[in-house]
């Protein structure tokens, strides 16, 4: 062991595990942060699944609803309309490229900043050439969009790919993040 690095290292705390592998070795910690970033495959290739199935289907507007409530603040019963949609069969077959631009936006990164450290599957919230984040809104489960050329807007039914698999694989890459934390801190102690 070499001096001034302690082996009393916390896993937990990314940032001195990294500065301390480091300083042991600059190789080690690339390695380590390779692997860090590694974690989150298994995550993205399931949601990259998700975003080649099947389109969804398209949505109409069928009704409205009222609803009734009540708000605290002003003290006063209040009626909401809530429109309802039903499922259509649509016959677009043209592709835009926006799954894909999704796909390729999907990444794992590790974060060991003075506040923040951590490791996160992110995605872009732009695609190329795009102005609206449409990551965000093909995660909804129904969102609006306006049509191509005109000055109408449509609903249309999302594809929520990023937080069921990022739930379901969680805990399985948070236990291969310590495990290599682990494997990195037995290194410089030996």
């Keep these: 062991m070499t001096e001034g690095v302690s082996a009393e290292v916390d896993p937990a705390?990314?940032?001195a595990v990294l500065a301390m592998?480091?300083?042991f070795d600059p190789k080690l910690a690339t390695g380590l942060r390779r692997e860090l970033r590694g974690v989150g495959e298994q995550i993205i290739a399931e949601q990259k699944a998700i975003l080649d199935g099947?389109?969804?289907t398209g949505v109409e507007k069928v009704g409205q609803r009222l609803v009734a409530g009540y708000s605290r603040k002003n003290k006063i019963a209040t009626v909401t309309r809530r429109n309802i949609?039903?499922?259509?069969?649509?016959?677009n077959t043209k592709s835009t490229g926006m799954r894909e631009a999704i796909k390729a936006g999907l990444k794992t990164k590790v974060v060991a900043g003075k506040t923040r450290q951590g490791i996160a599957v992110t995605t872009t919230k732009k695609g190329e050439g795009r102005k609206y984040p449409m990551s965000r809104a093909w995660n909804t489960?129904?969102?609006r969009k306006r049509l191509f050329g005109r000055n109408e807007w449509s609903y249309?039914?999302?594809q929520p790919y990023f937080f069921g698999p990022a739930a379901a694989g969680g805990e399985r890459a948070r236990e291969v993040a310590i495990a290599s934390i682990n494997r990195a801190l037995e290194q410089i102690t030996t």
């Design 13 to 15: 705390n990314l940032r």
């Design 21 to 23: 592998t480091r300083e």
């Design 54 to 56: 099947p389109l969804p």
């Design 85 to 91: 949609y039903a499922d259509r069969k649509t016959n």
């Design 141 to 143: 489960p129904l969102f």
């Design 156 to 158: 249309q039914k999302g």
